[in-house]
Every structure is written in C-alpha cells, then in structure tokens.
C-alpha cells in the first residue's frame, strides 16, 4: 500500500482541481522509472484513466494507480509534501529505498 500525508492530500487535491481533474474521481499515478544520479526515479501525474496492469489504493481521500513493476519498489511508501525553507514539492518515503540522491528525487535499492 501507498499512503498520503494529510498535508499531501490537501495539495493533491488542491492541484486537481487546479489542472481539471476531479479529485473524488480521477487517480495520482505514481511510478518508478530508471534514471536519475541514484539509479531510479520517482514519477507523479494525474491520470483519468487505469491501465490493465495497475493496482489501486485510496488513502487520505487521495486515489493512487501504481502499474503492478512499479508497486514492487513502492510498497509501504508514504507520500508527503514539504513546504518548508528548503523549498516546496512532494516528498516520497519510502522504506525500500537503501540509498537516497541528495535531492531526494532518485533512489536504489
């Protein structure tokens, strides 16, 4: 499962509705894909539609699509969102990550 921090949701949702996406509808995907200084890298968007392969979880009035090769490294992470001094964007913690780049944006297992 993928969880949401409150402050997290309220940004999610705040965004949706900003870019046309219904919040009580429409999905955050979140994925892995390779790249980045640490090996792979988060992605975040907003979907309307589910693919075959994805796994669904609703968290903090939040509903999160992750494709099923994705989920394997994101199991039990925790969706956050920082506002603070060192600048202001989502924040993935995730327990299977063993190295971190220094922009938290890229990580390896």
Known sequence: MIKVSDDASKRIVSMMQEGGYDASADYVRVG???????????ELKFDKELGENDKVF???NVKIAVEKKSFLY???TILEYSGGLNGKG???NNPNAQRTC???????L
């Open 90 to 92: 989502f924040v993935f």
């Open 32 to 42: 892995v894909k390779s790249g980045g200084c640490s090996g792979l890298s988060y």
């Open 102 to 108: 220094g922009c938290g944006e890229s990580f390896s």
């Open 58 to 60: 609703e968290d903090n």
């Open 74 to 76: 994101l199991a039990g």
